[in-house]
């Protein structure tokens, strides 16, 4: 990892998603990130509880703070809900371009085995 770089973890998700399937999902990715982040409307309190079991801060974003962003992966559904291709990947984006740094994925989404959750990592470095 570069220096001074950060790995945020971008997260989608349906108001049913369980503790089970955010860990999975987030597990699937393969790294440790450094931060998560989601959509304000998003938090729900597996989230929380699960931000908290980790000990990693949860950046809370608005839809405005992600629509617009360009994203690897593209869903039809959600481009036209949220303006943007993946939630997941559009919120590690925007959290780390709301810190000060340059930002990129590193980790496309990946989806959690119920479909209720989705991952994807983004690093940055201070600009």
């Known amino acids: 990892m570069e220096r001074d770089a950060m790995i945020v973890a971008g997260i989608g998700l ?3 998603a369980t503790a089970e399937a955010l860990d999975a999902a987030l597990t699937a990715t393969g790294q440790a990130p450094d931060t998560l982040a989601c959509l ?3 938090a729900t309190p597996a989230l929380r509880d699960m931000a908290r079991a980790r000990a ?3 950046t809370l974003l608005t839809e405005a703070e992600i629509a ?3 994203t690897p992966t593209r ?3 959600i481009l036209a809900r949220f303006a943007t291709g993946s939630v997941a990947e559009a919120a590690a984006l925007a959290a780390l371009r709301k810190t000060g740094h340059e930002a990129r ?3 496309p989404r990946v989806t959690s085995p119920c479909g209720r959750v989705t991952v994807a990592l ?3 470095r201070p600009i």
């Open 56 to 58: 990693l801060p949860l």
């Open 105 to 107: 994925i590193i980790a």
């Open 75 to 77: 869903s039809a559904r």
């Open 68 to 70: 617009g962003i360009e």
């Open 40 to 42: 304000e409307t998003k």
């Open 14 to 16: 349906r108001a049913a």
């Open 122 to 124: 983004a690093q940055g």
